[in-house]
Nanobody
Framework: QVRIMESGGDLVQPGGSLRLSCAASGRTFSSYAMGWFRQAPGKEREFVAAINRSGSRLFYADSVKGRFTISTDNAKNTVLLQMNSLKPEDTAVYYC??????????????????????WGQGTQVTVSS
């Protein structure tokens, strides 16, 4: 049974930065692609970023490209999300995900063919002055 736990959520001013961390245990960490999703109040959960199991391919939602960076530390079984230039619209609960099926086609993340096997409980990020 995999356990996933996020940390690092906080209240930050617009233009500020946060780094989210996700610790995963119970499975060989480097055998799975990992990702971050978020859900704002009244909205559906949406994809934010993902990294393949080798760490060689990174994928981002258009809304966060150039501002967010996903990375992994396989020695520590953690995945990080560095968030810079935060905007009020980034306010959401952020969820870490371990994929059971991860597909990308022509260099693009394929959400229709990818499946998340395990979710964390989420961490709140609030961007407000």
């Amino acid at each position: 049974q995999v356990r996933i736990m996020e940390s690092g959520g906080d209240l930050v001013q617009p233009g500020g930065s946060l780094r989210l961390s996700c610790a995963a245990s119970g499975r060989t960490f480097s055998s799975y692609a990992m990702g971050w999703f978020r859900q704002a109040p009244g909205k559906e959960r949406e994809f934010v970023a993902a990294i393949n199991r080798s760490g060689s391919r990174l994928f981002y939602a258009d809304s966060v490209k150039g501002r967010f960076t996903i990375s992994t530390d396989n020695a520590k079984n953690t995945v990080l999300l560095q968030m810079n230039s935060l905007k009020p619209e980034d306010t959401a609960v952020y969820y870490c995900a371990q994929y059971s099926q991860f597909t990308y086609t022509g260099g693009d993340y394929d959400a229709r063919k990818s499946r998340v096997g395990s979710w964390g409980q989420g961490t709140q990020v609030t961007v407000s002055s």
